[in-house]
């Protein structure tokens, strides 16, 4: 999963880059499972499926004291998770 993140924010501007792990990784860990975000393969599952949204993360991770709420307002941030997610999609289905 680390890969992902790794290419997910390649060219992105640094400050979001952390931000994104949190969003990201948090989620993908299970981390915001009492937000209703499952973790690991269940994860990759509900992103490919498109259950899960930038929305859906980005509350979650904010909920959870993980993520500045001001973040949930930034719309390059939102872009950033929606084209993370985007692109975990695009992935998962070449498997």
């Known amino acids: 999963m680390y ?16 931000y994104l792990l949190v969003s990201l990784n948090y989620s993908y860990q299970g981390r915001l499972a009492s937000e209703e975000i499952p973790g690991f393969a269940p ?20 909920s959870q004291g993980k993520l500045d709420p001001d973040m949930a307002n930034n719309d390059s941030y939102i872009r950033q998770v929606e084209s993370a997610l985007f692109l975990l999609r695009a992935n998962g289905s070449s498997r």
Do not use: H
């Open 43 to 62: 994860f990759l599952q509900a992103v490919y499926l498109g259950k899960i949204d930038a929305e859906t993360l980005i509350k979650g991770a904010v």
């Open 3 to 18: 890969q992902y993140f790794q290419v997910l924010v390649s060219g992105s501007q640094p400050v979001f880059y952390s």
